[in-house]
């Protein structure tokens, strides 16, 4: 079972690919193109990680006026990479096209790969230890917990979550595409970690399911803000 668009299960509960208050997530890669020319790649995406808008668009001859409506579609969602300064690390190119507070705010919203499986790995942990303190309750032997996955190791992180995709048109929209990969199966791991919590009756007590973890809703619902998270 998973947490799917409008799916709904009468023991697991319903998720929805949607939030409140919360655009998504953008990918901002820059990289050649097909004639070798630096290009900026544009992935726009839901919160569960739909791709909604993908762009390719060549750095010598753009204007503002092609990329202000573009980067209007990314304002308000948090840019996702493997740093910080990776996920923003394309503004610095296209900056003087657009407005200085449009910068600072998508600036001010990004997401790190090492920071959202941390937080699934501390929320693993919780879940782990709320069911030993279950046990202890009970007479009742109750089976630990099992991941459909488990989550690789820090050190292992990058070469265990990075995607390479099958097929793309250039260099530029094929890093795009491995960041939106990434994303997606962070979000699987996601799912999977609730659907386990889920299935035991005693563990409901911690909350319905949760489409994403808190703090990564909180720094989606930030950026939508305009706010720092």
Same mark, same amino acid.
């Given at each position: 079972?998973?947490?799917?668009?409008?799916?709904?299960?009468?023991?697991?509960?319903?998720?929805? *690919?949607?939030? %409140?208050? /919360?655009?998504?997530?953008?990918?901002?890669?820059?990289?050649?193109? %097909?004639? *070798?020319?630096?290009?900026?790649?544009?992935?726009?995406?839901?919160?569960?990680?739909?791709?909604?808008?993908?762009?390719?668009?060549?750095?010598? *001859?753009?204007?503002?006026? &092609?990329?202000? %409506?573009?980067?209007?579609? /990314?304002?308000?969602?948090?840019?996702?990479?493997?740093?910080?300064?990776?996920?923003?690390?394309?503004?610095?190119?296209?900056?003087?096209?657009?407005?200085?507070?449009?910068?600072?705010?998508?600036?001010?919203?990004?997401?790190?790969?090492? *920071?959202? /499986?941390?937080?699934? &790995?501390?929320?693993?942990?919780?879940?782990?230890?709320?069911?030993?303190?279950?046990?202890? $309750?009970?007479? $009742?032997?109750?089976?630990?917990?099992? #991941?459909? &996955?488990?989550?690789?190791?820090?050190?292992?992180? /990058?070469?265990?979550?990075?995607?390479?995709?099958?097929?793309?048109?250039?260099?530029?929209?094929?890093?795009?595409?491995?960041?939106?990969?990434?994303?997606?199966?962070?979000?699987?791991? #996601?799912?999977?970690?609730?659907?386990?919590?889920?299935?035991?009756?005693?563990?409901? $007590?911690?909350?319905?399911?949760?489409?994403?973890?808190?703090? #990564?809703?909180?720094?989606?619902?930030?950026?939508?803000?305009? $706010?720092?998270?």
């Amino acid at each position: 079972m998973t947490i799917a668009l409008e799916s709904q299960d009468a023991e697991s509960g319903t998720v929805l *690919d949607y939030l %409140p208050g /919360v655009r998504g997530h953008a990918v901002l890669v820059l990289g050649p193109g %097909p004639d *070798d020319q630096e290009c900026l790649a544009i992935w726009t995406l839901s919160a569960l990680g739909a791709a909604t808008g993908a762009w390719i668009l060549p750095l010598a *001859d753009l204007e503002s006026a &092609r990329l202000l %409506p573009i980067m209007h579609m /990314v304002r308000g969602r948090c840019l996702v990479g493997w740093t910080a300064e990776a996920a923003t690390e394309a503004l610095g190119k296209v900056e003087a096209l657009l407005p200085a507070e449009m910068v600072a705010q998508l600036r001010a919203g990004y997401l790190t790969i090492p *920071d959202l /499986v941390a937080e699934i &790995r501390e929320l693993r942990a919780h879940y782990t230890e709320e069911l030993a303190a279950h046990s202890v $309750s009970t007479s $009742s032997k109750i089976a630990p917990l099992k #991941w459909a &996955r488990e989550l690789p190791s820090e050190a292992d992180e /990058v070469g265990v979550l990075t995607t390479r995709p099958t097929y793309a048109a250039n260099p530029a929209a094929a890093s795009a595409l491995s960041l939106v990969g990434t994303l997606r199966q962070i979000i699987d791991l #996601w799912q999977e970690t609730e659907e386990a919590r889920y299935r035991r009756p005693y563990l409901r $007590s911690l909350g319905e399911l949760q489409v994403l973890p808190p703090r #990564w809703v909180g720094r989606l619902r930030a950026a939508e803000s305009g $706010s720092e998270g």
